[in-house]
């Protein structure tokens, strides 16, 4: 094959002549895969798969915005390829219920009234966050499960059941008239998962036997060696921390972390603690779960927060949001002593079970921070004294372990920025199992047959950026957004001179109203603000981050419930 990396294609240039869109309807031979989202970059997974005049779509995901980009709430993949055929989509299959493969429904189902098809825990994830945007009473919902195979068009599709940090997770084995290609969708290698539906190694062998196309595999952990631990992993280490805990035990993970909860609750009967949850996101997480038999609660085990003070502090569990350090979650406010029941004091326990994600080092050390002040024992990065957090995608050894089972014609690692993508097909062809691995990128329009894999055109693709308020606006541009806030709504700028020492605010805070018949709140404005300052404590006024979050918030409400208008409000803090 000429060395590992001599297989691996990439994009051809795109001969002149005929149009896109001529080529694609003249093309009918050929199954097209064509990535709007994902492919170089982590999250907003999207992928669309046609054949003719029917296309299914794999995942609806959304990514996090970067800091720069200001007024952005959400970002989601930009559609306008599925728009311009929406007469040819037929669905929208979903693999599991992570935001990055589900958040952008509802920008989607704006656009596109086609049938969502999921397992049951992913629908019911669904089902609250299109509720939540009113598009609940019109969208057909239609639940799938492991080894039932449904048809769509030509397309016929087998769930298969695979493992990841979230339950009822499933990749998809599309049957098509050139052959099966199977899309892995976030997974690991867990062979012994607290639900006891462990990783379908046999279908994916079945498969693998008779003939595979093309595989598409998680990239996300493909720079880690070995295999990635189960999630059984943690509980030693996490029974240490119940019986070392003198005081009250504060448990923060990921709200769809239900593995986790599940051990954190179990440990806490074993230790006779009671389980007060606190944070929406948890708590409807953890009904859901309650509700589909992921999570088995013996009755009294957990109880109301208000009913916390009834307990000693070495018989209490405290399930909280927060583990990425945001700045209104509950953690970062009990961090600062300014929550109603959560009240963190010497001596408590704190862990974060969850990893760091990139970009929010410096929100989640700043609650350490706090969290130290308030004399709490922070564990956070254990790795030395016993695992508290595993990843939820597999490493190197998992995905050659795929890869040999399915022997895939040609291989398509998804899931990662270009450099993951690279190496995952490198990886792919140094197993020898694959004949040809193919790196593509958002918008590349891939065509295979039984005997043959190319790029041949490019379609529109890229991230639509979204503020959601009160609607899902769409941000064409941010620089035309940007201008379009300073020339409609305008902008107001609020100075606030704070004592880093004392917490005291030195003068009064100066606004700079600009764009917008502001000038008769004004006064409002600056009352709002010291409202808002006083409501804080010495410690919170120190902590810039959440008094910018919350000064930008309370004015954005008072102005547009007085003016109708949306400025960009930018809070500015000296440091006194």
Not at 182 to 189: E, L, M, P, V, Y
Not at 435 to 456: F, P
Request: aromatic share 6%; charged share 25%; proline share 5%.
């Amino acid at each position: 094959m000429g060395g590992p990396g001599a297989a691996v294609l990439a994009a051809p240039a795109i001969p002149p002549g005929v149009s896109i869109k001529e080529r694609l309807k003249m093309q009918t031979n050929k199954l097209q895969i064509i990535p709007l989202g994902g492919l170089g970059e982590f999250g907003m997974n999207c992928l669309a798969v046609r054949w003719q005049d029917d296309i299914i779509v794999i995942d609806a995901g959304l990514m996090f915005p970067e800091s720069e980009l200001l007024g952005v709430d959400i970002v989601v993949p930009d559609i306008t390829y599925l728009i311009e055929n929406k007469q040819h989509v037929r669905g929208i299959i979903l693999t599991h219920g992570h935001e990055d493969h589900i958040g952008g429904l509802p920008w989607i189902l704006n656009e596109l009234k086609v049938p969502i098809y999921a397992t049951e825990f992913t629908l019911a994830y669904v089902e609250g966050k299109l509720e939540e945007h009113r598009l609940l009473d019109d969208a057909e919902l239609i639940e799938i499960a492991p080894r039932e195979k449904f048809t769509i068009g030509p397309f016929t599709i087998e769930p298969i059941r695979v493992t990841h940090s979230l339950v009822d997770c499933v990749a998809l084995a599309v049957e098509t008239p050139v052959g099966v290609i199977i899309h892995t969708g976030d997974f690991k290698i867990d062979l012994a998962p607290l639900d006891d539906e462990a990783f379908d190694l046999h279908t994916f062998a079945e498969y693998g036997k008779r003939g595979v196309l093309a595989l598409l595999q998680d990239s996300t952990n493909v720079e880690r060696p070995g295999y990635t631990p189960s999630e059984r992993a943690v509980v030693p280490r996490l029974d240490e921390l119940f019986t070392q805990t003198k005081k009250k035990l504060f448990f923060s993970c990921f709200s769809s972390s239900i593995y986790r909860m599940r051990i954190a609750m179990e440990l806490a009967r074993k230790h006779g603690r009671k389980v007060t949850i606190i944070g929406r996101s948890m708590m409807e997480s953890t009904e859901i779960a309650q509700d589909l038999g992921y999570i088995d609660v013996p009755p009294g085990l957990i109880i109301n927060p208000g009913q916390m003070r009834d307990y000693p502090p070495e018989q209490l569990l405290v399930l909280i949001s927060g583990t990425q350090g945001e700045p209104l979650s509950a953690l970062s406010r009990a961090a600062v002593n300014n929550h109603k029941h959560a009240k963190i004091e010497a001596g408590d326990t704190v862990v974060l079970s969850s990893r760091i994600i990139p970009g929010n080092e410096k929100g989640i050390f700043r609650v350490i921070d706090h969290l130290s002040r308030r004399e709490a024992n922070v564990i956070y990065d254990d790795g030395q004294h016993g695992l508290i957090h595993v990843s939820g995608h597999g490493s190197q050894e998992e995905m050659r372990l795929l890869i040999n089972l399915v022997r895939p014609k040609f291989f398509i690692p998804v899931h990662g920025d270009y450099r993951y993508l690279r190496r995952h097909a490198q990886l792919a062809m140094e197993t020898g199992a694959v004949e040809h691995a193919m790196v593509i990128e958002d918008g590349d329009v891939l065509e295979l047959d039984r005997d043959d894999a190319r790029v041949k055109d490019k379609v529109t693709a890229g991230r639509i950026l979204i503020d959601s308020g009160s609607s899902i606006d769409v941000v064409e541009d941010l620089v035309i957004r940007d201008r379009r806030i300073l020339s409609e709504d305008g902008v107001v700028l609020a100075v606030l001179a704070i004592n880093k020492k004392t917490g005291k605010v030195e003068r009064e805070p100066e606004l700079v109203m600009r764009g917008f018949g502001g000038g008769d709140i004004a006064e409002r404005a600056r009352e709002t603000i010291l409202k808002t300052l006083d409501a804080f404590s010495t410690e919170e006024k120190s902590d810039y981050g959440m008094v910018n979050e919350k000064v930008r918030v309370e004015l954005k409400r008072l102005i547009q419930k007085t003016t109708g208008r949306r400025p960009m409000i930018m809070p500015v803090i000296l440091e006194i």
